[in-house]
């Protein structure tokens, strides 16, 4: 019996931080591992030209840094089909099809595009709008079973199964509804605020994977807090202290309760400081294998499995194309 397909992408639009790590690729690299599904895991360049805009020469590097963190976090090019999404022409080529069976009102209801047009007014673009559309092509090229998903990406799994529905009524039975797959991901937010997520537009409260030995110790030392001197997991009172526990834990593989009991009656000081050995030391591998790992490996690594990536999904559109009349 085959196994279900699964998909998921990062975007290419910067360095890579602590979150992005623990909420996405960590999990990646478990679900290949689990040899329970058939993986693609791919660079979402095209979807990372919504955003802000960079040259020529950073775009590139980003998707080779990308690819490097990938293979360095444990990726396998020969368990899983690692490709950059811009390789395969099909994934556009899809959603312009899907684009005639979208209404428009589903995409006005889109929560994550009010808010990045609120976060960024000044680059609300039709790319921001139909983003879902590309996003359902992703999954529906390839048959995927299923997505992993955080629950903010809930929405845009709905759409790409109310598109697989309206295809299939209008042209025959051609697409899989795929499902989500919630894995239990750590809530990681900025150490200078922790009430925001982490991340790179606030690089003082954001611990990216690069960051030195030096740079993260100095990040985690000045980590907000509170007035108290308790060290327990209460995402209210003391979300400071919450947000340094739960990293630590999801870093360790240890349970929070488990780091509560190790840390009880310590100073904020020496807890801190325990907390930056914990993350330094569990980076340290990562940080080791990615300085191996060259921009000429990433490309080739690449190459292949956009090769591969493009064979399954030409079968897929000919398939869309002959259901439509175009072949």
């Not at 799994?157 to 795929?178: D, M, S």
């Amino acid at each position: 019996m085959a196994k279900p397909v699964l998909i998921s992408g990062i975007q290419p639009s910067g360095r890579l931080h602590v979150g992005n790590y623990l909420g996405a690729i960590k999990n990646f690299v478990s679900l290949q591992n689990s040899k329970k599904y058939d993986c693609l895991f791919f660079l979402a360049d095209l979807h990372s030209l919504t955003g802000e805009a960079f040259s020529n020469k950073e775009k590139k590097e980003q998707i080779i840094d990308l690819a490097r963190s990938y293979i360095a976090s444990g990726l396998d090019p020969k368990k899983s089909i690692l490709f950059a999404q811009s390789s395969v022409p099909q994934h556009t080529e899809l959603a312009w099809s899907l684009n005639t069976v979208t209404p428009m009102g589903e995409l006005e209801r889109m929560t994550q595009f009010k808010d990045k047009s609120e976060k960024s007014p000044e680059n609300i673009n039709v790319g921001l709008f139909t983003y879902p559309v590309l996003m359902a092509a992703d999954i529906l090229l390839y048959d995927a079973g299923v997505v992993p998903v955080g629950d903010d990406q809930d929405q845009h799994l709905e759409l790409a199964r109310t598109l697989a529905r309206k295809f299939n009524a209008r042209y025959g039975q051609t697409f899989i509804e795929p499902k989500e797959l919630h894995t239990e991901t750590p809530r990681v937010m900025a150490l200078d605020n922790p009430d925001k997520k982490m991340s790179k537009s606030s690089p003082a409260g954001c611990l990216f994977l690069d960051d030195s030995p030096e740079e993260m110790r100095h990040k985690i030392m000045r980590a907000t807090t509170d007035s108290e001197n308790s060290i327990k997991l209460d995402w209210e009172k003391k979300p400071g202290i919450s947000n340094l526990l739960t990293i630590a834990a999801a870093l360790s593989d240890k349970r929070v309760s488990e780091l509560e009991q190790k840390f009880k009656g310590f100073g904020y000081g020496d807890f801190k400081r325990a907390v930056a050995d914990i993350v330094i030391s569990s980076l340290s591998g990562f940080q080791a294998r990615k300085k191996k790992v060259s921009g000429k490996t990433s490309q080739m690594v690449l190459l292949k499995g956009g090769k591969d990536a493009e064979k399954r999904a030409a079968k897929k559109l000919d398939k869309v194309y002959k259901r439509i009349g175009l072949r």
